[in-house]
């Protein structure tokens, strides 16, 4: 048995810590729930907690919000496949948009919607994930500005997504000088710069968020507390909202080497003989947890004592040395999850999710 626990205080605390430093800097926000996958006990928890903007990367996920949270602003956060165009009008309030084709027939079925569908465009600051390029956005800009059903709400980027792009001040205010631009240029108000995500809260604590900034979408900070550029956890926060946990169904003394000759497992992983284990021994645990549910290099044990050896499909080796804390068949070992384990055992259906106070 492995269960997923979602703690519903530590939730809440790094919230309404995260809420108030927004609230006193002026910065509207969102949640981000794609770690979620659609579950919704834990969608309930994040909308209980008063959220007005939840941010997902599934139309699925977005229908879930909506039955539940019907005044919930929701917003899409990737371009738009044209198959899900019908379905992101109907249940995403907000979408982020690259492609002036795609925005043409978000445009076309708005109208047939009766409604008025709201984008952020997102520009192009470095990673090279999605993105309009700086030099083309007032051309873009122009194309779509008056497209019916259509609103510009704001321009966007991300960071750090694929290639590890931090975000810098000046990359900020490169951001924040884009809006300044099309204002001008169109003579309207463009109200959001959203710039902020998680691993820029560092510079909104460092005094080194421009002003211009005043959109934040957040979800690794508020389930991990994590400062993505330090790898700390940020003060006053919790690192550990998700708990994991995994039976031991085998525990054993066994040599530290293994016996016989080598070749590829079926991950593609070769092993390399430390001759210095040659006769040694240690305990090893194997838990009813593998390779399907999570990658081992995104477990962290609560108990130092111990370290991931490593997963086959659905079973993990754990080394527990000289067990000295006596565990034993049918124990649980506990583990804290970095974001993407997080979310490979949210996508798991083999494992069970709960939350605790």
């Not at 508020?222 to 085998?250: Q, R, S």
Request: net charge negative; with cysteine.
């Amino acid at each position: 048995m492995a269960v997923l626990k979602l703690c519903r205080s530590k939730l809440r605390h790094n919230y309404n810590h995260l809420d108030r430093i927004f609230r006193e800097k002026g910065i509207d926000w969102g949640i981000v729930t794609k770690l979620l996958c659609g579950e919704e006990t834990f969608l309930k928890e994040v909308l209980d907690l008063g959220v007005k903007e939840v941010h997902d990367s599934r139309v699925s996920n977005l229908v879930a919000i909506k039955k539940m949270a019907p005044d919930v602003q929701t917003v899409y956060i990737k371009p738009a496949p044209k198959q899900s165009i019908p379905d992101i009008i109907r249940y995403a309030d907000v979408s982020f948009q690259t492609e002036l084709d795609i925005i043409r027939l978000l445009s076309d079925e708005a109208v047939r919607q009766n409604k008025t569908h709201k984008i952020i465009i997102m520009i192009e600051m470095g990673d090279l994930r999605e993105g309009v390029m700086g030099d083309d956005l007032v051309d873009f800009y122009a194309q779509i500005f008056k497209l019916p059903g259509i609103s510009v709400i704001g321009l966007g980027a991300n960071f750090n997504c694929l290639h590890g792009v931090m975000p810098t001040q000046d990359k900020l205010i490169q951001l924040s000088l884009y809006k300044q631009i099309i204002d001008a240029k169109f003579n309207i108000e463009i109200p959001w710069v959203s710039g902020g995500t998680s691993v820029t809260i560092p510079l909104l604590f460092n005094h080194l968020m421009p002003k211009g900034v005043n959109h934040f979408r957040i979800g690794e900070a508020l389930f991990f507390g994590l400062n993505l550029f330090t790898g700390e956890t940020f003060e006053g926060m919790h690192d550990d909202v998700f708990e994991f946990c995994a039976e031991i169904i085998e525990l054993n003394e066994k040599p530290m080497i293994p016996i016989g000759t080598l070749a590829e497992n079926p991950s593609g992983e070769s092993f390399e003989i430390d001759e210095s284990l040659y006769g040694k021994t240690s305990h090893r645990a194997i838990l009813d947890v593998g390779l399907l549910d999570i990658n081992p290099k995104y477990l962290l044990p609560k108990d130092n004592s111990l370290s991931v050896v490593g997963a086959s499909s659905d079973m993990l080796v754990v080394e527990l040395g000289t067990n000295e804390q006596h565990y034993k068949v049918g124990d649980v070992l506990s583990f804290n999850l970095r974001y993407m384990g997080a979310l490979s055992i949210m996508n798991s259906r083999y494992i069970a999710k709960e939350v605790v106070d």
